[in-house]
Every structure is written in structure tokens, then in C-alpha cells.
Nanobody
Framework: DVQLQASGGGLVQPGGSLRLSCAASGFAFGTYDMSWGRQVPGKMADWIAMITRDGSRTQYAASVKGRFTISRDNTNSTLYLQMNDLKFGDTAVYFC???WGVGYDKQGQGTLVTVSS
């Protein structure tokens, strides 16, 4: 059974940082490209970052480029998202996906990030 469990969210002030983790299980993690998305209540989910299966290439949405960094540990089947210089507009539920863009096929439970002063 494929499982993707995000964690690490919380309340942070503008300009602060958080590191999200996504523990993957039930599939060969190292053979899939992975991504992070986020969703604000009432709005559609947005893709924000992807990483290839071997970690050699990454892409970011314009809204987070230069502030967020996606990485992975294939030995421990874990995906990460380092978020720096957080802004009010980054408040959302963040979740990890197997695959990316329109090609993802699994999405895990999310973790809430709230940016507030």
C-alpha cells in the first residue's frame, strides 16, 4: 500500500524557515520522480517543486524559486522541502506527490504551514 506522510509544518513568522519531510513507503521510492504541492483552502492545489528520481535535477514554481529547496534521501525513502524566507502567501497545506505535474499518481496527507506574525 503506497503511503506518503508529510510532516514538519507549523506556525512560523514571516522571514522564518521550516523543513518539511515526506516519509514514503509501499513502493520503490528511488525509481520515481517526486514533487511537493500546496493548497490554500478554497483554491486549487499548486505544484511547487520537483526532483528527479536520482536527485540530479530539480525544478521550482516561480513563486518559491530561490527560497525553497527540494531534496531526497533514497536510502531512507524520504523527500524534503527546505523553506526559507517564508511569506504570508506561503500559508497552505503542503503535501508530497509521487510523480509531478499532470503525471503524478499518488498524493499523501498534507501538513499545514501557517506564516503569521
Amino acid at each position: 500500500d503506497v503511503q506518503l506522510q508529510a510532516s514538519g509544518g507549523g506556525l512560523v513568522q514571516p522571514g522564518g524557515s521550516l523543513r518539511l519531510s515526506c516519509a514514503a513507503s509501499g513502493f520503490a521510492f528511488g525509481t520515481y520522480d517526486m514533487s511537493w504541492g500546496r493548497q490554500v483552502p478554497g483554491k486549487m492545489a499548486d505544484w511547487i517543486a520537483m526532483i528527479t528520481r536520482d536527485g540530479s535535477r530539480t525544478q521550482y514554481a516561480a513563486s518559491v524559486k530561490g527560497r525553497f529547496t527540494i531534496s531526497r534521501d533514497n536510502t531512507n525513502s524520504t523527500l524534503y522541502l527546505q523553506m526559507n524566507d517564508l511569506k504570508f502567501g506561503d500559508t497552505a497545506v503542503y503535501f508530497c506527490r509521487r510523480g509531478w505535474g499532470v503525471g503524478y499518481d499518488k498524493q499523501g496527507q498534507g501538513t499545514l504551514v501557517t506564516v503569521s506574525s
